[in-house]
C-alpha cells in the first residue's frame, strides 16, 4: 500500500506561487502514475497533472498548463507541484495519488476512478 502525505498548502494573493509536496511511502515509488487532483466545493474533482514515475514523462491539463509545474524527486519518492501566476479559481482541496503498478501506456489517465491511493489534501486559496 501506498501512503501520501501532502504538504505546502495555504493563502496566497491572486498572481502569486506556491509549491506543494507530496511525500509518498509504504511501497514501491517506480512504475506508477504520480498525479495532482483538485476539488472546490460543489465541484466535480478535477485532474491537474501527472507524472510517470519511472523516467518522468509529464502530462498537465490544459486549465493549469503554463502556470503549474509538476516534478518529482524521484530518489526521495517526493513529488512537487509548483504552481505560479495562481488565480482566484485555483482555489481547492489539492490532492496527491498514486495508482497502482502499471505501464506507460495506460496514459492519459485523467480520471480519478484509475487512481488506487490518496493523501488527505492540502487547502489552497487565492484571494482576488
Known amino acids: 500500500q501506498v501512503q501520501l502525505v501532502e504538504s505546502g498548502g495555504g493563502s496566497v494573493q491572486a498572481g502569486g506561487s506556491l509549491r506543494l509536496s507530496c511525500q509518498a511511502s509504504g511501497s514501491i515509488y517506480s512504475d506508477r502514475f504520480m498525479a495532482w487532483f483538485r476539488q472546490a466545493p460543489g465541484k466535480k474533482r478535477e485532474w491537474v497533472a501527472n507524472i510517470y514515475t519511472t523516467g518522468g514523462v509529464t502530462l498537465h491539463a490544459d486549465s493549469v498548463k503554463g502556470r503549474f509545474t509538476i516534478t518529482q524527486d524521484y530518489a526521495k519518492n517526493t513529488l512537487y507541484l509548483q504552481m505560479n501566476t495562481l488565480k482566484p479559481e485555483d482555489t481547492a482541496m489539492y490532492y496527491c495519488?498514486?495508482?497502482?503498478?502499471?505501464?506507460?501506456?495506460?496514459?492519459?489517465?485523467?480520471?480519478?476512478?484509475?487512481?488506487?491511493?490518496w493523501g488527505q489534501g492540502t487547502q489552497v486559496t487565492v484571494s482576488s
Open positions: 495519488a498514486a495508482t497502482g503498478l502499471t505501464g506507460f501506456g495506460s496514459r492519459p489517465l485523467r480520471s480519478s476512478t484509475q487512481y488506487n491511493y
